[in-house]
Nanobody
Framework: QVQLVESGGGLVQTGGSLRLSCAAS????????MGWFRQAPGKEREFVAT????????AYGDSVKGRFTISRDNAKNTVYLQMNKLAPEDTAVYYC???????????????????WGQGTQVTVSS
């Protein structure tokens, strides 16, 4: 079992920045690929970013490329999402997730992740 707790959400103005954190506990954090997803009201959960267990590979959703950066610190069992140039359409509940990858590539779909945090709300005002 892996427990994930997100923090760092809040209210920010358009163009602002936030950094989300996701602290993991339980089984070895460094064995898991880590991802961020988001879900806005009435919409499906959307892939935001992922980083492999080694940190060697990273992928981003098209809507956040060039604005968001995922990083991880395996020594601290924590993954981060730096969000810059925020826009109202970034408003959503943000979830971090952990998954074991059994194939080459990166995990970009929710069903590939085994553990989820409770989410943190990000609201961007116009």
């Amino acid at each position: 079992q892996v427990q994930l707790v997100e923090s760092g959400g809040g209210l920010v103005q358009t163009g602002g920045s936030l950094r989300l954190s996701c602290a993991a506990s339980g089984r070895s954090f460094s064995n898991y690929d880590m991802g961020w997803f988001r879900q806005a009201p009435g919409k499906e959960r959307e892939f935001v970013a992922t980083k492999t267990w080694s940190g060697g590979d990273t992928a981003y959703g098209d809507s956040v490329k060039g604005r968001f950066t995922i990083s991880r610190d395996n020594a601290k069992n924590t993954v981060y999402l730096q969000m810059n140039k925020l826009a109202p359409e970034d408003t959503a509940v943000y979830y971090c997730a952990a998954g074991v990858r059994f194939r080459i590539g990166v995990l970009t779909t929710a069903r590939e992740y085994d553990y989820w945090g409770q989410g943190t709300q990000v609201t961007v005002s116009s």
